[in-house]
């Protein structure tokens, strides 16, 4: 069945530090892909999505390119910032079939200043 | 737009005891909702899809007698937890699917955290 996977954390980084989180994915169709924050206490918000192979996907300065040779959608930010501690969950869903979402196991960040 | 409430947002209750959580799409109908449980540290799994007006799909190992999901209308899912256990604790979230998923992705409530004692 479809499946993401993402790199295990937690993640530490300095304020300003560059961030990526890598992200690849296994789907027999061609979903669509996601990135959700989830804050502590919080419930899941969406971050930014791709909807087909070679888009990007940008919010709140990070970013995220749907590589379907690789099976990847890395999260990427340039400079990080304390608000930025969180848990970045990858997604999948094909939604042209109204599919459910799978998630990745999450990966921590913590922005130290 | 495409916002999803979730009631309540934390409930604390006693081994036994049956906890109902609300889930509800604000400002668009919601033919379909998901209905998710996550323990600490660990990602979501999905335990069942709610379509109005019918039965719930639930996914292997989810207990239907225990977590009774009902999707009476296209703005309202509810799941309630039977004869609740410390087992039960946990984060259970609600994700509503729309015509609009295409531009909003799935919308997802903030969470309700189930402790029981």
């Known amino acids: 069945g479809d499946s993401v996977t993402q790199m295990e954390g937690p993640v530490t980084l300095s304020e300003e530090a560059f961030l990526t989180i890598n992200c690849t994915y296994t789907?027999?169709?061609?979903?669509?892909l996601f990135w959700y924050v989830q804050y502590p206490g919080e419930g899941l918000q969406l971050l930014l999505k791709?909807?087909?192979?070679?888009d990007k996907g940008s919010n709140k300065g990070f970013e995220a390119t749907y590589r379907k040779e690789t099976t990847s959608f890395h999260l990427e930010k340039g400079s990080v910032q304390v608000s930025d501690s969180a848990v970045y969950f990858c997604?999948?869903?094909?939604?042209?079939?109204?599919?459910?979402?799978?998630f990745g196991p999450g990966t921590s960040l913590s922005v130290i200043p | 737009g495409a916002v999803v409430s979730q009631h309540p947002s934390w409930v604390i209750c006693k081994s036994g005891t049956s906890v109902k959580i609300e889930c509800r799409s604000l400002d668009f109908q919601a033919t379909t909702m998901f209905w998710y449980r996550q323990f600490p540290k660990q990602s979501l799994m999905l335990m069942a899809t709610?379509?109005?007006?019918?039965?719930?799909?639930?996914e292997q190992g989810v207990e239907k007698d225990k977590f009774l999901i009902n999707h009476a209308s296209l703005t309202l899912s509810t799941l309630t937890v039977t004869s609740a256990h410390p087992e039960d604790s946990s984060f259970y979230i609600c994700s509503a699917q729309t015509s609009l998923i295409e531009r909003y992705g799935y919308t997802f409530g903030s969470g309700t955290r189930l402790t029981v004692v």
């Open positions: 791709a909807t087909k192979a070679d």
């Open positions: 997604a999948l869903s094909d939604l042209g079939s109204y599919d459910k979402v799978i």
């Open positions: 709610s379509n109005e007006g019918s039965k719930a799909t639930y």
């Open positions: 789907a027999t169709g061609y979903p669509s």
